[in-house]
């Protein structure tokens, strides 16, 4: 099963960036799609970016214009860039596989520890 491993957490004032890192296993990175999730305290899990195979991109509106999914598939690993960072982006990151561009809730990877973004005002 694929694994992953989230990095690049912090804690960020408000306006600032981060780069988190998805670093997988396996050597079939370049045959599904990626995602990064994040989970807020009480809240659902939901979906913040996703990159497909070929690298077409989508995003959550509360996150457009200020995030960026990218991969590099040579180094099985996948980013996202954030700027103008909001306290509501407060939350736990984390990033798996799916099958298809056009359906980020069926993951088939396992779920990692995560990354933890905390943005102060």
């Known amino acids: ?6 990095s ?17 296993s396996g050597s079939i990175f370049n045959t599904y799609a990626m995602g990064w999730y994040r989970q807020a305290p009480g809240k659902q899990r939901e979906l ?16 457009k214009g200020r995030f960026s999914i990218s991969r590099d598939n040579a ?9 103008s960072l909001k306290p509501e982006d407060t939350a736990v990151y984390y990033c798996n596989a799916a099958r298809y561009h056009s359906d980020y ?12 973004v905390t943005v102060s005002s």
């Open 75 to 83: 180094k099985n690993t996948a980013y996202l860039q954030m700027n």
């Open 1 to 6: 099963q694929v694994r992953f491993v989230e």
């Open 105 to 116: 809730d069926s993951v088939f990877g396992s779920w990692g520890q995560g990354t933890q």
């Open 8 to 24: 690049g957490g912090g804690l960020v004032q408000s306006g600032g960036s981060l780069r988190l890192s998805c670093a997988a």
């Open 48 to 63: 913040v970016a996703g990159i497909s195979r070929a690298g077409t991109t989508k995003y959550a509106d509360s996150v």
